[in-house]
């Protein structure tokens, strides 16, 4: 993993994986911080909470590499969430590109693990 970016896992509660991305995430390391991420879900969790808390940066790689990680959990009919604080640097360019229409969006770790995280926020069917 190169100094841009640094990921840890663990199981949350039950099939829940909670994975943690601090640092950068572009075009220079998005790769390996996908495959971080895809190795953290090898036991195929049912929900997946991703927290950007401690992310800074995000570039058009690392915002298209959401965009498919949520189609790829969709499809698998796994959850997905994003803990980003409203006041974080990078939540304003995850609004502007309209990821929460894909994935739900959550301001606090605590928050992403009580309710459904479907993708669509009306509640009316999943990613």
Do not use: C, K, W
């Not at 994986?17 to 895809?38: P, S």
């Not at 690392?62 to 949520?70: H, K, S, T």
């Not at 995850?94 to 993708?119: C, M, N, W």
């Amino acid at each position: 993993m190169t100094a841009l970016a640094h990921i840890t896992s663990h199981e949350h509660s039950g099939r829940v994986r909670h994975v943690q991305v601090r640092g950068d995430i572009d075009l220079a390391n998005v790769g390996e911080v996908r495959q971080a991420i895809t190795s953290a879900l090898a036991d195929d969790p049912t929900r997946v909470i991703l927290d950007l808390r401690g992310t800074t940066y995000l570039d058009s790689a690392a915002i298209a590499m959401l965009f498919r990680l949520a189609q790829r959990l969709g499809h698998r009919r796994q959850d997905l969430a994003l803990v980003v604080p409203p006041r974080s640097p990078i939540r304003a360019v995850l609004e502007l590109t309209s990821l929460q229409t894909v994935i739900r969006l959550h301001d606090t770790l605590e928050e992403a693990s009580g309710g459904p995280t479907s993708a669509n926020p009306t509640g009316a069917g999943g990613a």
